[in-house]
């Protein structure tokens, strides 16, 4: 039913998808969907790679592919020790790749997890769609509006199926508050706060010898080349050290910082309660610091941040501000209120609860509306309780319908985290119109374009689109 409602939707939209992304042949040969994981660094080690491997029956990880060759080799292990415990298998063979356009040609793969840093996310996956794999994408979507729009089309066209890192909407306390406003269960919304977290000043500008392990011209990929190598730029070179938050995350023009690392998840949440899946904010302003890279430090991005996003013709304020805590606060018309945020679904306001009165993750200005719907005809928010598994069923099912953070609500979502970007590095107001996806602020437009460098480029998924216009 899921499945034919997306085709009749996107043939109503008047676009003719290709049934499914050219995967028809060959895909799943063995039963499961064999999947290479591209970037095998934090998230993928930490995160990705052991949440999904454990589904044995449904899914099978054949390839790794990373451009540094010790994390490369490190996950190669990493996934054969996992089917050696798992499964019982005595010589379990996972595939290397040290150029992901190489895995990508490997027609017995039919999905790829994508956990490379944000500056990445648009090339290699339009090249992966372009390749007929189905995809995982660590948020944010993409760094740029207009990648975002790339993406967002190619996939939409092929009928990938896409799930995005922002697994906060497969989590119950999410949903269930996103679905109440939804409802109207607080009235109309008239303010959202947004807790989204500070980055710290720190890193080395000083140059260092590129690891020999370390292609880091491709690591730069579509950026200044003449960036000089420092590990602080990049990621820990001790395995030990696999886990901790590489330098790259708060350095422009590799990660934005707080207002797309963090926004991925909560800006996404406000977006989704707001019921804002396929449209955005008219404007935003606000004011921003910036990093001291004083005495030789390196990282850029903004600190402190109080922004002021305008939905609804302005009865929305979506107060977006490492002020609050983290976590998404809904404000209904007459003050109620409800709160969300990650952890065990405890009500604070349950009196028997030890820890009432505290931010938890799931709070409410009278516990009567927390109260679940009876309304039959109520909008039902998309649930899934594993955001993981929920993608491996949808490449399964082949229906890029059903995933919680599909393409088309992904890149919305990561809009609204560039427009933060764009007005906290203009100092401007943004101003936004949201249905013809264009920005109507001058000193803005330059921010919009997608990273581009020599042969690091989208112009296959340009091509693709002119050529099936
Ligand atoms: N969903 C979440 O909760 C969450 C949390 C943190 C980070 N993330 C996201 O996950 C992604 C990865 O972050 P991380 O912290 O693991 O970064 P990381 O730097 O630790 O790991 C990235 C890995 O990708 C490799 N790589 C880079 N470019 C590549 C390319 N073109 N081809 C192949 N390999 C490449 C690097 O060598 C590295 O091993 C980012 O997009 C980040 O924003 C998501």
């Given at each position: 039913m899921q499945r034919r409602g997306f085709l009749k939707g996107v043939l109503a939209a008047g676009a003719a998808p290709m049934l499914f992304n050219g995967c028809v042949r060959g895909f799943m040969a063995n039963g499961?969907?064999?999947?290479?994981?591209?970037?095998?660094?934090?998230?993928?080690?930490?995160?990705?790679?052991?949440?999904?491997?454990?589904?044995?029956?449904?899914?099978r990880f054949t390839a790794v592919c990373d451009l540094d060759s010790l994390r490369l080799d490190f996950g190669k292990r990493y996934i054969e020790g996992k089917y050696r415990n798992l499964a019982g298998e005595k010589d379990p063979v996972v595939k290397t790749f040290s150029c992901y356009r190489d895995m990508l040609a490997d027609k017995s793969i039919d999905a790829v997890m994508l956990c490379i840093p944000d500056h990445w996310h648009a090339i290699v996956a339009t090249d992966a769609i372009l390749a007929g794999k189905h995809i995982w994408l660590q948020k944010p979507f993409t760094q740029t509006i207009e990648e975002g729009r790339i993406l967002r089309d190619l996939a939409v066209r092929r009928g990938t199926v896409m799930q995005v890192g922002s697994w906060q909407?497969?989590?119950k306390q999410f949903a269930q508050v996103c679905e109440l406003v939804q409802n109207g269960r607080i009235g109309d919304v008239v303010r959202v706060e947004v807790g989204c977290g500070l980055d710290k000043e720190g890193g080395s500008s000083a140059r260092e010898e590129v690891p020999a392990n370390l292609n880091y011209d491709l690591w730069l990929g579509p950026t200044d080349p003449t960036a000089p190598y420092n590990e602080t730029r990049v990621h820990s070179q001790n395995l030990k050290k696999i886990d901790s938050r590489p330098g790259w995350i708060q350095l422009e023009p590799y990660g934005w910082g707080m207002i797309t690392n963090w926004g991925a998840h909560q800006i996404d949440i406000a977006q989704w309660g707001l019921g804002k899946d396929d449209s955005g904010p008219e404007s935003v302003e606000g004011t921003c610091e910036w990093m001291s890279t004083a005495g030789g430090k390196l990282w850029n991005v903004h600190t402190k941040y109080d922004l002021h996003y305008s939905y609804n013709g302005g009865k929305t304020d979506v107060n977006v501000s490492d002020r609050y805590p983290m976590g998404i606060k809904f404000i209904g018309e007459k003050g109620d209120w409800l709160y969300c945020m990650r952890g065990e679904s405890v009500t604070a306001s349950d009196p028997k609860d030890a820890k009432a009165g505290q931010m938890l993750p799931l709070m409410a200005?009278?516990?009567k509306l927390l109260e679940p719907i009876t309304d039959p005809s109520a909008v039902r928010v998309h649930t899934s309780?594993?955001?993981?598994?929920?993608?491996i069923d949808a490449v399964r099912a082949e229906d890029p319908s059903v995933t919680a953070t599909n393409a088309s609500a992904a890149q919305r979502s990561a809009t609204a985290c560039s427009l933060g970007h764009m007005c906290m590095k203009t100092g401007k107001k943004i101003v936004w119109d949201a249905k013809d996806e264009k920005c109507l602020t001058p000193e803005a437009l330059p921010l919009m374009k997608p990273f581009a460098r020599g042969k690091f480029n989208l112009d296959r998924a340009y091509e693709w689109l002119k050529k099936n216009a």
């Open positions: 499961k969907v064999n999947i290479g994981v591209v970037g095998f660094g934090r998230i993928a080690h930490s995160m990705d790679v052991p949440l999904t491997i454990k589904y044995l029956d449904k899914c909407r497969s989590t200005s009278d516990k309780n594993n955001h993981w598994l929920d993608w």
